[in-house]
């Protein structure tokens, strides 16, 4: 398997493939995809590949009917090389961690989309047992939250655009912030078992 990023040809290859076989109940779309991986990768504890891959496509019934076995392979291996480049750069470089947002164009301005990626998230940390959060770290889920809910939307459509622009702003931090967190408690945890 390859490592590093993927380069824009794999992923409009991923995107397209997540779109071909997704539907309403799985992941859409690489920003999505994104999300999910950094919450699973963030998780307090690790979560199973078979467990991972029903969640992206909606649950066991939605997994897809491949054309062909290098489709599937394909899909499998662009997935994986995107889901352990975000590890080393949340691990190792958390400077270089950058969510993959989407980006929109109206009238001449580009727009970030957010919501994507934060519903992936969302997905992800569904997968996990986050009950144990402490309460100093709430807001860093809650900012994401924010973005990555239904509830949500009446709430976005009232801030203003500095408030709105502030709350894209602070996505990335909280889910640095969280994946610090969980990752020094695994670590402390493995450390007190043996």
């Known amino acids: 398997m390859n490592q590093g990023p993927l ?4 992923l409009e290859w991923l995107d397209d493939t997540l779109t071909k076989y997704g539907s309403d109940d799985s992941v859409l779309d690489v920003s999505e995809l994104d999300g999910m991986f950094t919450a699973i990768l963030s998780a307090p504890k690790k979560i199973e590949l078979s467990q991972w891959q029903a969640a992206l496509w909606g649950g066991d019934d939605g997994l897809p009917r491949w054309e062909s076995k290098q489709e599937q392979q394909r899909f499998q291996d662009l ?7 975000i590890a080393e750069r949340l691990l190792d470089a958390p400077d270089q961690f950058d969510p993959l947002f989407g980006y929109r164009e109206v009238e001449g301005n580009d727009y970030t989309i957010v919501e994507e990626w934060c519903f992936g998230y969302m997905r992800g940390v569904a997968l996990g047992e986050w009950s144990a959060l402490p309460e100093q770290l709430k807001p860093a889920l809650k900012a994401i939250a924010l973005h990555g809910e239904e509830a949500n939307i009446a709430k976005l459509e009232q801030m203003s655009e500095q408030e709105y622009e ?3 702003e602070a996505i990335g931090p909280a889910a640095l912030q969280l994946h610090q967190y969980w990752f020094e408690k695994r ?5 007190t078992l043996h």
Do not use: G, I, P, V
């Open 166 to 168: 502030a709350s894209q």
């Open 7 to 10: 380069n824009e040809e794999e």
């Open 187 to 191: 670590k402390a945890d493995a450390n």
């Open 79 to 85: 997935a994986l090389q995107h889901m352990n480049d």
